[in-house]
């Protein structure tokens, strides 16, 4: 209840910390009147509670974590996606609201008659929320004028400042995030930011920027490795059996209730009449569905652990029937047992790659956009368990460390068993083998190890549709997988006979948009989103620059 308690603070909230976009000054923190607000830690707890719309979980209408991130190579959205051809004049991500709010909590804190534990523990949550906030504006532009202060309207030198480096701004969100693994409480509450949300946060931010640093060579950033140390040190702090996976790889997506959930760190709460969401709903409709992806869908395993361009079990696409045999569960558990498209409709569904999108479902919920009711994990631990297999094995390419069979096992093999698969073993040398065969996949890249190859498909397949794919790409700097003409199984469904109404390839595989529509990444404009111009026509000339290729 308690991330729905936010939501019902966030118009008070705004009295207190809300800001333009990038100005930082139209509100001032006193409207409310600093000298009758900041009097406990009641009213501290308040405030906070509007932090808490930054985790969008299943979001509210069409923007979400889960399934509606469908710019990537796992999905293909029931209209073609491009990237954008010019720098656009506004953006909803070039906004400092939470820097400020986040900024004024750290400034208030000190006046507030509570014990220094508690200064400490608030303190930590206002920077836990600061690293938050400038790790997502990091991965969406690079570098981005770093704010420590709320700002007013006099001072025009600092809201105006350059953009610092990235080098600069992730070493702040790095100090921020040790502050609040150090200070936040271990348990303030049920379903609230407490010490281990803190440090799942320091793995994620740790894994992408450490990863970025090693892949993106051109961009000569340092200290790579303190990043991944950090974050595989974060990742055992979790890793000491105090969460565990449960039977079913679905539960935590389509759950009425995710409290006391052994697998889930952090969730945001959904209930009829107050917060509500509409995954279900868009998978659950004559809407048509944004479906997996030939590439997704031939990604998963078989079930003797091989990939299926190896695996003898693996009896082909001809039928949905034949492509789910001797299968990853996690197949099983994302897309149904029928397929549906243009000209072939099942109960009125129809899903742009034919695969139609399983994974979210409960018949408990409302069923209707936007009334569902399933609760959305924010945190939790396959994601720690992933991160901590390739954090380690990307130390071992820098030669910090060995890769070892008790890592595989503690990590990915979890996730393996209970996917009902062969588990990976360890053979040295930046190999792997499931049973006694090693694996030797023919689609993977000559510059990425079968064992980082592994690792990564496992990530793939565990968070399919969870939002992570598009921001892994960039960090892995494999940006082409997103291009048409590059990585046409990308843009490809499911085999289907000729029924005279659906788009098909020469091999029969539903083709989603004409062959007109193109989609070609530019290296490096499109590892980075631009800055939007209207923003850049604000500061003196010459001030705020531009990214590369924009």
């Known amino acids: 209840m308690k991330l729905i308690k936010s939501i019902l603070y966030l118009s008070f909230i705004a009295i207190l910390g809300t800001s333009c976009s990038k100005d930082l000054n139209v509100d001032t923190p006193d409207q409310f009147s600093d000298d009758n ?70 400034e208030r804190i000190s006046q507030v008659p509570m014990s220094d534990e508690a200064k400490k523990h608030w303190n930590g949550i206002a920077k836990f929320f600061r690293a938050m906030d400038y790790f997502n504006k990091v991965k969406t532009f690079g570098g981005v004028p770093y704010i420590s202060k709320s700002l007013d309207v006099s001072q025009a030198d600092v809201i105006y400042k350059p953009r610092d480096s990235r080098q ?42 450490g990863s970025y640093r090693v892949y993106h060579t051109e961009l000569s950033l340092p200290d790579a490795d303190k990043f991944l140390t950090e974050g595989k040190d974060a990742c055992e702090k979790l890793m000491t059996g105090k969460y565990l996976l449960n039977a079913d790889y679905r539960s935590i997506y389509s759950s009425m209730d995710l409290a006391g959930n052994k697998e889930v760190l952090l969730y945001k709460k959904y209930l009829a009449g107050v917060l509500t969401h509409s995954v279900i709903g868009y998978t659950n409709s004559t809407t048509q569905m ?18 299926i361009s190896q695996s003898p079990l693996y009896q082909g696409d001809n039928t949905i029937t ?10 099983l558990g994302t897309i149904d047992n029928f397929l549906c498209y243009n000209g072939t409709l099942v109960n009125g569904y129809s899903s742009s790659t034919g695969y139609r999108p399983s994974k979210f479902l409960n018949p408990a919920s409302n069923q209707l956009a936007p009334f569902n009711e399933t609760d959305a994990p924010i945190f939790y631990y396959p994601e720690v368990l992933l991160n901590y297999a390739e954090i380690t094995a990307i130390l071992d390419q820098l030669g910090k460390l060995t890769f070892t069979q008790g890592d595989m096992d503690k990590s990915v093999n979890l996730l393996r068993t209970r996917a009902g698969i062969t588990k990976l073993n360890v053979t040295g040398g930046g190999n792997v083998s499931a049973g006694a065969i090693a694996i030797v996949d023919p689609k993977r890249d000559a510059d990425v190890s079968p064992l980082m190859w592994e690792i990564r498909r496992e990530r793939r397949v565990e968070l399919m549709m969870n939002g992570f794919r598009y921001q892994d790409l960039m960090r892995w700097k494999k940006g082409k997988y997103l291009d ?23 091999d029969g595989y539903i083709v989603p948009y004409a062959t007109t529509l193109t989609r070609t990444f530019v290296d490096p404009k499109n590892y980075l989103s631009a800055i939007p111009t209207a923003q850049i026509s604000l500061y003196p000339s010459n001030t705020l620059q531009q990214n590369p290729g924009w």
């Open 484 to 506: 048409r003409a590059q990585n046409v199984e990308a843009f490809l469904g499911a085999k289907v006979p000729d029924n005279g109404k659906v788009l098909r390839n020469t």
């Open 322 to 331: 034949t492509l789910r045999a001797n299968r990853d569960n996690r197949l």
């Open 168 to 209: 600069l701004v992730m070493d702040s969100v790095l100090s921020d995030i040790n502050y609040a693994v150090a200070n936040i409480r271990v348990n303030d509450g049920d379903n609230v930011v407490n010490r281990d949300v803190a440090l799942a946060l320091k793995a994620r931010i740790c894994l992408f920027e």
């Open 290 to 307: 944004s479906g997996l992806t030939k590439s997704a869908v031939e990604a998963y395993p078989a079930t003797d652990g091989l990939p």
């Open 37 to 106: 607000f900041w009097t406990s830690e009641n009213n501290v707890r308040t405030y906070n509670w509007g932090f808490y719309a930054l985790f969008t979980g299943f979001g509210t209408g069409t923007t979400a974590d889960f399934y509606f991130s469908t710019l990537s190579d796992d999905q293909n959205a029931s209209t073609f996606q491009n990237f954008a051809l010019t720098a656009p004049t506004t953006s909803a991500d070039w906004d400092w609201t939470y820097v400020r709010k986040a900024n004024i909590m750290l």
